[in-house]
């Protein structure tokens, strides 16, 4: 049986990448490589503006950033963003403007769900994620009311 092993030579720089007034993507440049370097190398501000100028906005990066916006604020964040990155995908989940918006207002787990597994058709197991994020919603305000009981 074969193992995989991973080369993580093009991760691990030993060097920084050249400094040039225009910079070029370069798909082998990660995140992970200016960790290797001194603190007098650049500043974390430059870090984060390269990343940003070399890199294109992927759907795995696009999924990331929303990921951690649903975490961090919310799935009504995470609905506009998403919506703002990813209209066509929308666009094919509703064919309607009102659906989402009364999606955001009364279930935005369940709103959110539907987006990601709509867009082949609903079937199988994406019923059983549709009916834990409407589980979520209902739980929510289920929670909210009994917690005002008093």
């Known amino acids: 049986m074969k193992r995989h092993t991973t080369n993580y030579s093009s991760v691990l720089r030993t060097t920084p990448p050249p400094a040039s007034p225009q910079l070029s993507y370069d798909p082998d440049y990660t995140l992970a490589a200016p960790l290797c370097y001194s603190d007098n190398d650049f500043s974390l501000a430059e870090l984060f503006r390269r990343q940003f100028e070399s890199s294109l906005l992927t759907p795995q990066a696009i999924m990331c950033l929303f990921i951690t916006i649903l975490l961090l604020a919310g799935p009504r964040a995470g609905i506009l963003i998403w919506w703002l990155l990813d209209r066509a995908l929308w666009g094919q989940a509703f064919s309607r403007f009102l659906w989402p918006v009364l999606g955001f ?38 929670g909210s009311g009994y917690a005002h009981l008093d």
């Open 105 to 142: 207002l009364f279930l935005p787990w369940t709103t959110l769900v539907y987006v990601y597994v709509s867009t082949g058709g609903v079937m199988g197991l994406e019923w059983v994620w549709l009916a834990l994020a409407l589980f979520i919603d209902i739980s929510s305000y289920a």
